[in-house]
């Protein structure tokens, strides 16, 4: 449906240079496959990482990160289901472990830093829509409950793709919650750039 929708969206944008198309474009992914939010498109063209606070249907907290990757949509899925490089490609991982892995999915255990200490959880990824969205929850472990998704959408320019990162994680108790919110924009982002930096930069081969 989403690709049916970009054809025409893509059919009746005037022949304006490459820069307003990629704009233009990235506007109507967003609104098509999340809540419409007001972003710096130029911001974003020029390599910014689009970072907000968000909340589920559930009105659990959490962050969004938005940002174009220059690479083809095989290179990216084949770096976010690389789990002998995760800890390197991923801020703030500092242990990986891959439990199982099917077509279906995959039981990732991962060690993390957290607010006072090491956080170690199983999270189960779900590779139900491979190449375009990506999502995971946990399973057992530390936290309350731990959930987000990657998903990889298409731009005019066939080189490059526009990336939206989600994560929403629940200590169990408000307070923590409250602790934690203002650092979870500046862990996102970080990561963010670490991932566009590995992914660009990297002479690994998938």
């Known amino acids: 449906m ?50 907000d606070h968000v909340k589920d249907e559930h009105n659990a907290p959490g962050v969004r990160a938005v940002f174009l990757v220059k690479a083809k949509r095989d290179d990216i899925w084949a770096t976010l289901t690389d789990y002998d490089n995760y800890s390197q490609i991923f801020e703030g991982v500092n242990r990986a472990e891959l439990r199982d892995e099917s077509e279906n999915g995959a039981h ?18 779900d590779y139900s829509k491979p190449r375009y ?13 731990i959930r ?39 862990k996102a982002e970080k990561m963010a750039y670490r991932f566009r930096e590995w992914i660009e930069q990297s002479e690994t081969t998938y």
């Open 2 to 51: 989403i690709e049916l929708l970009l054809k025409l969206h893509m059919a009746y944008i005037p022949r304006v240079n490459t820069s307003v198309q990629v704009i233009l474009l990235c506007l109507f992914c967003i609104t098509a496959v999340a809540n419409p939010v007001d972003y710096d498109w130029n911001a974003l063209g020029q390599g910014r990482i689009i970072i």
């Open 108 to 125: 990732l255990e991962l060690w993390v830093d957290g607010l006072l200490a090491e956080v170690n959880f199983v999270l189960y990824r």
């Open 133 to 145: 969205r990506l999502t995971w929850k946990r399973v057992s472990g530390d936290m309350r409950d």
């Open 148 to 186: 987000g998704s990657w998903q990889i959408l298409d731009t005019p320019d066939p080189e490059s793709k526009l990336l939206i990162y989600e994560s929403f994680v629940e200590f169990g108790f408000p307070v923590l919650n409250w602790i934690i919110r203002p650092g979870a924009k500046q």
